[in-house]
T-cell receptor, first 113, second 114 residues
Framework: KAGVTQTPRYLIKTRGQQVTLSCSPISGHRSVSWYQQTPGQGLQFLFEYFSETQRNKGNFPGRFSGRQFSNSRSEMNVSTLELGDSALYLC????????????FGSGTQLSVL | GENVEQHPSTLSVQEGDSAVIKCTYSDSASNYFPWYKQELGKRPQLIIDIRSNVGEKKDQRIAVTLNKTAKHFSLHITETQPEDSAVYFCAASKVDFGNEKLTFGTGTRLTIIP
Protein backbone atom coordinates (compact mmCIF):
# COMPACT_ATOMS: atom_id res chain seq x y z
CA LYS A 1 0.00 0.00 0.00
CA ALA A 2 1.45 3.37 -0.98
CA GLY A 3 2.23 5.79 1.82
CA VAL A 4 1.14 9.38 2.22
CA THR A 5 2.35 11.39 -0.76
CA GLN A 6 3.01 15.10 -0.66
CA THR A 7 3.84 17.33 -3.59
CA PRO A 8 5.90 19.28 -4.28
CA ARG A 9 8.82 18.22 -2.12
CA TYR A 10 10.46 21.65 -2.20
CA LEU A 11 9.07 25.07 -2.96
CA ILE A 12 10.64 28.52 -3.08
CA LYS A 13 8.37 31.56 -3.10
CA THR A 14 8.68 35.26 -2.45
CA ARG A 15 6.79 37.35 0.06
CA GLY A 16 3.26 38.19 -0.98
CA GLN A 17 2.83 35.19 -3.23
CA GLN A 18 0.48 32.34 -2.55
CA VAL A 19 1.15 28.62 -2.56
CA THR A 20 -0.82 25.39 -2.77
CA LEU A 21 0.44 22.15 -1.31
CA SER A 22 -1.02 18.75 -2.10
CA CYS A 23 -1.44 15.59 -0.06
CA SER A 24 -2.65 12.14 -1.10
CA PRO A 25 -3.47 9.97 1.92
CA ILE A 26 -3.06 6.25 2.21
CA SER A 27 -5.84 4.49 0.33
CA GLY A 28 -8.84 4.05 2.59
CA HIS A 29 -7.83 6.75 5.06
CA ARG A 30 -10.47 9.44 5.36
CA SER A 31 -8.89 11.68 7.98
CA VAL A 32 -6.18 14.07 6.79
CA SER A 33 -4.42 16.59 9.00
CA TRP A 34 -1.76 19.21 8.34
CA TYR A 35 1.12 20.33 10.55
CA GLN A 36 3.75 23.03 10.33
CA GLN A 37 7.20 22.02 11.55
CA THR A 38 9.85 24.59 12.38
CA PRO A 39 13.11 24.14 14.32
CA GLY A 40 12.48 24.53 18.03
CA GLN A 41 8.68 24.69 17.67
CA GLY A 42 7.91 21.09 17.02
CA LEU A 43 4.79 20.29 15.06
CA GLN A 44 2.03 22.88 15.11
CA PHE A 45 -1.47 21.69 14.19
CA LEU A 46 -3.00 23.54 11.23
CA PHE A 47 -6.25 21.73 10.45
CA GLU A 48 -7.89 18.37 10.05
CA TYR A 49 -10.38 17.10 7.49
CA PHE A 50 -12.66 14.13 7.48
CA SER A 51 -14.95 13.27 4.57
CA GLU A 52 -14.45 16.68 2.95
CA THR A 53 -15.33 18.56 6.17
CA GLN A 54 -12.93 20.59 8.25
CA ARG A 55 -13.36 19.24 11.77
CA ASN A 56 -10.65 21.18 13.58
CA LYS A 57 -8.47 24.20 13.03
CA GLY A 58 -5.34 25.29 14.83
CA ASN A 59 -4.28 28.78 15.84
CA PHE A 60 -3.09 30.03 12.49
CA PRO A 61 -4.22 33.16 10.63
CA GLY A 62 -6.88 33.05 7.96
CA ARG A 63 -4.15 33.12 5.29
CA PHE A 64 -3.88 29.38 5.89
CA SER A 65 -6.71 27.38 4.42
CA GLY A 66 -7.33 23.92 3.14
CA ARG A 67 -9.81 21.57 1.63
CA GLN A 68 -10.42 17.88 1.09
CA PHE A 69 -11.83 16.27 -2.01
CA SER A 70 -14.19 13.35 -2.35
CA ASN A 71 -11.25 10.98 -2.95
CA SER A 72 -9.75 12.14 0.41
CA ARG A 73 -6.90 14.01 -1.27
CA SER A 74 -6.27 17.30 0.44
CA GLU A 75 -4.77 20.64 -0.45
CA MET A 76 -3.46 23.39 1.74
CA ASN A 77 -3.20 26.99 0.59
CA VAL A 78 -1.24 29.86 2.07
CA SER A 79 -1.93 33.32 0.69
CA THR A 80 0.14 36.48 1.03
CA LEU A 81 3.24 34.59 2.11
CA GLU A 82 5.42 35.98 4.89
CA LEU A 83 9.02 35.15 5.72
CA GLY A 84 7.83 33.40 8.89
CA ASP A 85 5.86 30.91 6.83
CA SER A 86 9.09 29.18 5.85
CA ALA A 87 8.75 25.69 7.30
CA LEU A 88 8.27 22.03 6.59
CA TYR A 89 4.58 21.34 6.05
CA LEU A 90 3.59 17.81 6.93
CA CYS A 91 0.43 16.05 5.99
CA UNK A 92 -0.78 12.98 7.86
CA UNK A 93 -3.59 10.54 7.34
CA UNK A 94 -5.16 8.13 9.80
CA UNK A 95 -7.24 5.01 9.29
CA UNK A 96 -9.85 5.55 11.97
CA UNK A 97 -12.66 7.92 12.57
CA UNK A 98 -10.38 10.33 14.41
CA UNK A 99 -6.78 11.48 14.40
CA UNK A 100 -4.94 8.64 16.07
CA UNK A 101 -2.06 6.61 14.67
CA UNK A 102 -1.01 9.24 12.16
CA UNK A 103 0.91 8.25 9.04
CA PHE A 104 2.95 11.20 7.88
CA GLY A 105 4.08 12.19 4.43
CA SER A 106 7.62 13.37 3.73
CA GLY A 107 6.48 16.96 3.76
CA THR A 108 6.83 20.02 1.59
CA GLN A 109 9.75 22.28 2.49
CA LEU A 110 8.60 25.83 1.83
CA SER A 111 11.10 28.66 1.70
CA VAL A 112 9.83 32.21 1.51
CA LEU A 113 12.37 34.78 0.33
CA GLY B 1 -6.27 24.78 24.84
CA GLU B 2 -3.88 21.95 25.55
CA ASN B 3 -0.22 22.71 26.23
CA VAL B 4 2.46 20.02 26.16
CA GLU B 5 5.91 20.59 27.56
CA GLN B 6 8.73 18.18 26.78
CA HIS B 7 12.09 17.71 28.50
CA PRO B 8 14.94 17.54 27.90
CA SER B 9 15.37 19.19 24.51
CA THR B 10 18.59 17.27 23.91
CA LEU B 11 19.81 14.01 25.44
CA SER B 12 22.98 12.04 24.90
CA VAL B 13 23.42 8.54 26.28
CA GLN B 14 25.99 5.81 25.90
CA GLU B 15 25.01 2.90 23.74
CA GLY B 16 23.42 0.24 25.91
CA ASP B 17 22.22 2.68 28.56
CA SER B 18 18.62 3.77 29.08
CA ALA B 19 17.02 7.03 27.95
CA VAL B 20 14.02 8.74 29.49
CA ILE B 21 12.04 11.62 27.97
CA LYS B 22 9.33 13.35 29.98
CA CYS B 23 6.25 15.32 28.96
CA THR B 24 3.64 17.21 30.94
CA TYR B 25 0.21 18.24 29.68
CA SER B 26 -2.22 20.86 30.90
CA ASP B 27 -5.69 19.58 29.98
CA SER B 28 -6.88 16.93 32.45
CA ALA B 29 -9.42 15.79 29.83
CA SER B 30 -6.66 14.56 27.50
CA ASN B 31 -6.83 10.80 27.19
CA TYR B 32 -4.57 9.78 24.30
CA PHE B 33 -0.77 10.10 24.35
CA PRO B 34 1.31 9.01 21.35
CA TRP B 35 5.05 9.22 20.79
CA TYR B 36 6.59 9.84 17.39
CA LYS B 37 10.16 9.30 16.23
CA GLN B 38 11.67 11.40 13.48
CA GLU B 39 15.02 10.36 12.09
CA LEU B 40 17.11 12.97 10.33
CA GLY B 41 15.51 13.98 7.03
CA LYS B 42 12.66 11.52 7.43
CA ARG B 43 8.99 11.69 8.32
CA PRO B 44 7.73 11.27 11.89
CA GLN B 45 6.61 7.72 12.70
CA LEU B 46 4.44 6.51 15.53
CA ILE B 47 6.43 4.27 17.87
CA ILE B 48 4.05 3.78 20.77
CA ASP B 49 0.85 5.25 22.18
CA ILE B 50 -1.13 4.95 25.37
CA ARG B 51 -4.64 5.75 26.50
CA SER B 52 -5.53 7.19 29.87
CA ASN B 53 -7.15 3.98 31.10
CA VAL B 54 -3.71 2.32 31.05
CA GLY B 55 -0.79 3.25 33.30
CA GLU B 56 2.00 1.62 31.31
CA LYS B 57 2.58 0.06 27.93
CA LYS B 58 5.63 -1.78 26.60
CA ASP B 59 6.82 -2.75 23.16
CA GLN B 60 10.17 -4.52 23.19
CA ARG B 61 12.76 -1.94 24.28
CA ILE B 62 10.40 1.00 24.54
CA ALA B 63 7.79 1.73 27.18
CA VAL B 64 5.52 4.61 28.06
CA THR B 65 4.23 5.41 31.54
CA LEU B 66 1.37 7.74 32.38
CA ASN B 67 0.60 9.53 35.63
CA LYS B 68 -2.84 11.10 35.23
CA THR B 69 -2.81 12.72 38.65
CA ALA B 70 0.40 14.59 37.94
CA LYS B 71 -0.49 15.00 34.26
CA HIS B 72 2.78 13.69 32.94
CA PHE B 73 3.91 10.80 30.79
CA SER B 74 7.33 9.46 29.91
CA LEU B 75 9.06 7.47 27.19
CA HIS B 76 11.62 4.91 28.31
CA ILE B 77 14.10 3.34 25.92
CA THR B 78 16.25 0.54 27.29
CA GLU B 79 19.45 -0.96 25.86
CA THR B 80 19.81 1.96 23.47
CA GLN B 81 21.28 1.38 20.03
CA PRO B 82 22.70 3.77 17.40
CA GLU B 83 19.49 3.53 15.39
CA ASP B 84 17.62 5.06 18.32
CA SER B 85 19.28 8.40 17.50
CA ALA B 86 16.45 10.68 16.36
CA VAL B 87 14.11 13.44 17.48
CA TYR B 88 11.26 12.17 19.63
CA PHE B 89 7.95 14.01 19.96
CA CYS B 90 5.30 13.42 22.56
CA ALA B 91 1.71 14.50 22.00
CA ALA B 92 -1.59 14.68 23.81
CA SER B 93 -5.18 14.69 22.67
CA LYS B 94 -8.67 14.39 24.01
CA VAL B 95 -10.43 11.72 22.01
CA ASP B 96 -13.83 13.12 21.30
CA PHE B 97 -15.01 12.18 17.85
CA GLY B 98 -14.76 15.19 15.62
CA ASN B 99 -13.19 17.40 18.24
CA GLU B 100 -9.74 16.02 18.86
CA LYS B 101 -6.61 18.06 18.26
CA LEU B 102 -3.22 16.49 18.67
CA THR B 103 -0.88 18.87 20.49
CA PHE B 104 2.81 18.04 20.19
CA GLY B 105 5.72 18.78 22.46
CA THR B 106 8.72 20.61 21.04
CA GLY B 107 10.80 17.45 20.65
CA THR B 108 13.86 15.81 22.20
CA ARG B 109 16.97 15.18 20.13
CA LEU B 110 18.37 11.87 21.35
CA THR B 111 21.95 11.00 20.44
CA ILE B 112 23.33 7.55 21.15
CA ILE B 113 27.09 7.59 21.70
CA PRO B 114 28.77 4.40 20.41
Amino acid sequence: KAGVTQTPRYLIKTRGQQVTLSCSPISGHRSVSWYQQTPGQGLQFLFEYFSETQRNKGNFPGRFSGRQFSNSRSEMNVSTLELGDSALYLCASSPGLWSEKLFFGSGTQLSVL
Amino acid sequence: GENVEQHPSTLSVQEGDSAVIKCTYSDSASNYFPWYKQELGKRPQLIIDIRSNVGEKKDQRIAVTLNKTAKHFSLHITETQPEDSAVYFCAASKVDFGNEKLTFGTGTRLTIIP
